[in-house]
């Protein structure tokens, strides 16, 4: 969500920033900008800079991204392959580049502005659709970043959202080329077409013992039975070391008066906020609003409505400073606060219906707190036991040993896969907070000792290695019913192949659809216009893709969308779109033409800048994020 938040780029930005300094990086040669240096900067574009935190920060998320792509975790090795150390990079220096464009034309946002945009983004309100002061809080806690770096990060890119917007205006896409974009991409045809099953192949004769020999020597892959391991694991977490935990009512009751403001419902007021630019202007709007002038005057004046000033009712803790907290919560109700500057300006508070405190009782929260406070005991205590626990692997204690002693259980998994699967294929029920395990019973071998690892709920899970099966290429005797399948499928497909390629070139030859047809027995059967992004379960991606570079009357071959039969195409019609100047379809054409241009321009005008004020990367610092050997 911070990633959305910091960012604070329209949608026509975040489509095109991803991409702009791997152009650049493409223009240049990466090597001729990747240099090393000292300091905390990962990166520096011109002035700005791209302190290790941050692209620490930033890596993490794009593994994570990528990772949820591919379905499975990806390791530092796997990650610096697919490339995601740069697109990390290309991310942050592309922003920088904006930045340092931006300062050095002098563009600016006011407080009331970063304000209004702070309160009404959808990912910082409640139930009720107001600004939360606590939701704001832990996205702040949950990413790291204090509360002046959030409004300095938005500012900043409310910014770069100005520059682009300059950058792009007054572009159009010119109709000759939405035209022809529109041409293209909704032109359908018209084809006739006949199924061709496998059947039409006929009976396929048995190889002799050499043919089979070689197709099971040269598909031996297909043949060949996984690497499988047995691995033991131990999970130690919080509520497994609350349950030895015994606490006094004394001492519960005592946490609770220390603690009873936890429970205790606070005072809530309803609130509205008005910001201003300046104290001066603050006060002579406050002045205005006691004197009489309504306040939809006031508010309609700054561009606002009335909804933007509503944070509704809100406690102390959710306001977004302690000062201004005091100020709201210092007046009566049906009154005005004086003005109080906060991080956004000058504010001043109205005040409406107030609901008082509600202290909590004993009672009402024993039960609660004591699984507090037991967990809290646990979570201090669990290093230490970890530790302890590693002292005694050194000292040659098994897992199981441990294990016992500690009071918990040693699970194993015996002959799973790298994918967590049986070798014949069966999924094996893995646990789903333990998302590593797999990875790294897979990157360590047997009776190695593998360091402790986090898990998802702040404590730590220990994994071995007990045994390896490797990976063995079945005997031929023991699949040669499969291997003659296989070989026997692979000889049908050929013959179909080259029996469509024949009735294709006798097609293009000039013989009729319906002769050729009438030969199998068929009818030639008629497609209503197909797009050229048709997929269905007769036509397949890649049957479409050849009946459309195929030339009106010609013939044509590919696979169905689902099964072993291939198509038999002839290209009946090619029916060119018409599309009015003013239907919602050309305008949606003419709005992605217009979007690839402003992203071009972009591209070109960030490439260009990086060229004028020089980029630097750091590759020394980016190493111990990465895990990469410099030396490479």
């Known amino acids: 969500m911070l990633d959305s938040m910091r960012s604070a780029a329209s949608g026509f930005l975040g489509k095109a920033i991803i991409g702009v300094l791997v152009v650049a990086f493409a223009v240049w040669g990466i090597a001729d900008i990747f240099t090393g240096f000292g300091g905390d900067t990962v990166a520096q574009v011109g002035d700005e800079e791209i302190d290790l935190p941050t692209f620490d920060r930033e890596f993490r998320v794009e593994v994570d991204r990528f990772s949820q792509r591919i379905g499975q975790p990806l390791t530092l090795e796997q990650a610096r392959a697919f490339g995601v150390d740069r697109s990390a990079l290309s991310r942050l220096v592309s922003v920088a580049t904006l930045d340092a464009a931006a300062k050095e034309i002098g563009l600016a946002v006011g407080d009331e502005a970063v304000a209004l945009d702070i309160m009404t983004d959808e990912n910082l309100q409640g139930a009720f659709g107001r600004f939360d002061r606590e939701i704001f809080r832990q996205t702040l806690r949950a990413n790291g970043i204090s509360e002046e770096r959030f409004i300095e990060q938005r500012r900043k890119g409310m910014v770069r959202e100005q520059l682009v917007d300059a950058i792009s205006a007054g572009v159009a896409a010119p109709e000759s080329i939405v035209d022809v974009v529109a041409r293209f991409q909704d032109e359908t045809r018209v084809a006739g077409y006949i199924i061709l099953p496998p059947s039409l192949v006929g009976d396929i004769a048995e190889p002799d013992e050499e043919t089979l020999r070689t197709f099971y020597q040269a598909g031996a892959s297909a043949f060949t039975l996984p690497e499988t391991r047995d691995i033991s694991f131990m999970v130690l977490e919080p509520e497994d070391i609350t349950q030895t935990m015994t606490i006094s009512d004394e001492d519960l009751q005592a946490a609770y008066e220390q603690r009873r403001g936890e429970y205790d419902v606070p005072e809530r007021r309803e609130v509205e906020q008005v910001t201003f630019g300046s104290e001066e202007a603050a006060k002579e709007a406050l002045a205005k609003l006691r004197s009489g002038t309504a306040t939809e005057e006031i508010v309609k004046e700054l561009g606002l409505t009335m909804e933007d000033i509503e944070l509704g009712t809100v406690s102390r803790a959710e306001m977004l400073s302690p000062d201004l907290a005091e100020a709201a919560f210092s007046v009566e109700s049906n009154s005005w606060s004086e003005p109080v500057k906060g ?12 609901s008082p405190a509600k202290p909590s009782t004993y009672e009402e929260v024993k039960d609660d707190l004591r699984r507090k406070i037991e967990l809290e005991l646990a979570q201090e205590q669990i290093y230490d036991i970890q530790n302890n626990i590693e002292d005694a692997r050194a000292g040659g204690e098994t897992l199981a040993d441990i294990a016992a002693r500690y009071n918990l259980t040693l699970r194993e998994i015996d ?84 029996l469509a390629e024949k009735l294709a070139e006798r097609g293009n030859a000039g013989e009729s659809f319906e002769k050729i047809a009438g030969e199998y027995g068929r009818s030639v059967l008629a497609t209503p216009g197909i797009g050229r992004n048709s997929r269905n379960d007769t036509f397949s991606r890649t049957a479409v893709t050849k009946l459309f570079a195929t030339p009106e009357g010609g013939f044509t071959w590919g696979p169905v969308g689902v099964g072993d039969s291939l198509l038999l195409m002839q290209v009946k019609e090619i029916r060119e779109p018409d599309l009015a100047k003013d239907s919602s379809r050309y305008r949606e054409i003419a709005a992605n033409v217009r979007d690839s241009i402003q992203a071009d321009m972009l591209q070109v005008f960030v490439t260009g800048y990086q060229r004028e004020i020089g980029v630097e990367v750091n590759t020394g610092l980016i190493a111990q994020v990465t895990g990469a050997d410099v030396a490479q």
Do not use: C
């Open 343 to 354: 991080p956004l300006g000058w504010s001043i508070f109205h005040v409406g219906e107030i």
């Open 415 to 498: 002959g799973v896969t790298e994918d967590g699967k049986t070798r014949q294929g069966a999924d094996v029920e893995m646990p789903e907070d333990l998302p590593n395990l797999l990875e790294t019973a897979y990157a360590n071998g047997v009776g190695e000792q593998i360091p402790p690892l986090a898990t998802s709920r702040q404590g730590y899970y220990w994994v071995q290695v007990d045994a390896v099966t490797p990976a063995e290429v079945q005997p031929l005797d023991d699949v040669r019913e499969r291997v003659l399948e296989l070989w026997k499928e692979t000889r049908r497909t050929a013959e179909l192949q080259a």
